[in-house]
């Protein structure tokens, strides 16, 4: 067993509310603010000890020697410091770390880049936080790494520890389709709640379009599918986030790109 995996960790590196032992210790290395905080939460399900890093610098440093006491590397491939590619290219001069490789870049040069340098597997952007499991269980399978195990359930005496979201006067519970609008609650639909949820966990940073449709919908997104928007539109509606209100977030739309909610806005023009 790895001496540096001790607990599993939530929230880039907070311990969760029942503490468990950690089986598979992953470095996720991507500059995206709202793809390492939705992983961090989805693997801590699966007892891993998540470390996330945005730089490459950083991965660097933590992967130099071989006693880094990670069975996993997930790496994107364009980040600040130095690409993936770099950081892949200086590892395997002396690490045979199981590598994941990810990207919004889908040529077939890159994928072929990224494979002739060491890659084990290769995912490209958005993809499924579920599909990416299943493919780190099969590279580590393949590699002879440790099984990634689901965490068993808490126990029915165990008192719940649910997570709560705040941005300004707009609360969310993790299991709840009600939300608290400053003294008010309203009731979201189930996809206009997971959808609330993504967006108020990466407040103050863009999700694209695609990444939303994947994790909010369930789905690829097509060019004429217009869904997503109008639960963005429902939820401004519902919820008040069009910036006219004090205290409140505004949801915003970047043109052709995605979406973000702002920091609390100030008093009304």
């Known amino acids: ?58 991965a660097h440093e933590l992967l130099r020697t071989p006693d880094h006491g990670f069975d996993l590397l997930l790496l994107d491939v364009m ?10 290219q200086r590892l395997r001069r002396n690490s045979a770390l199981p590598v994941i490789m990810t990207t919004g870049r889908a040529s077939e040069a890159d994928r072929i880049t990224g494979l002739e340098l060491g890659a084990d597997d290769y995912l490209p952007k958005p993809f499924s936080p579920r599909e990416l499991l299943a493919r780190m269980r099969a590279v580590l399978r393949r590699n002879g790494g440790p099984a990634i195990q689901k965490a068993p359930s808490p126990s029915p005496d165990a008192a719940p520890t649910p997570d709560v979201f705040q941005v300004g006067g707009l609360i969310s519970t993790r299991d709840s389709l009600e939300v608290r609008v400053g003294p008010s609650i309203v009731r979201l639909t189930d996809v206009e709640a997971r959808l609330l949820k993504i967006l108020m966990r990466s407040a103050g940073h863009m999700i694209g379009r695609e990444q939303l449709t994947l994790w909010a919908l369930g789905r690829k997104h097509q060019p004429q599918d217009r869904s997503l928007d109008t639960h963005v539109s429902n939820l401004r509606r519902k919820l008040g986030l069009t910036g006219n209100t004090l205290g409140l977030p505004m949801l915003r739309s970047v043109r052709g790109l995605g979406y973000l909610l702002t920091a609390t806005c100030g008093a009304p023009a």
């Open 79 to 88: 980040l600040p410091g130095q690409s993936g590619f770099d950081i892949l």
């Open 1 to 58: 067993m790895n001496p540096h995996r001790t607990l599993a960790r939530t929230k880039d590196g907070a311990p969760p509310g029942n503490i468990r032992t950690a089986t598979t210790s992953v470095l996720l290395v991507d500059d995206d603010v709202g793809i390492r905080q939705l992983l961090t939460e989805y693997l801590a399900g699966e007892m891993i000890q998540l470390q996330t890093v945005q730089d490459g610098w950083i």
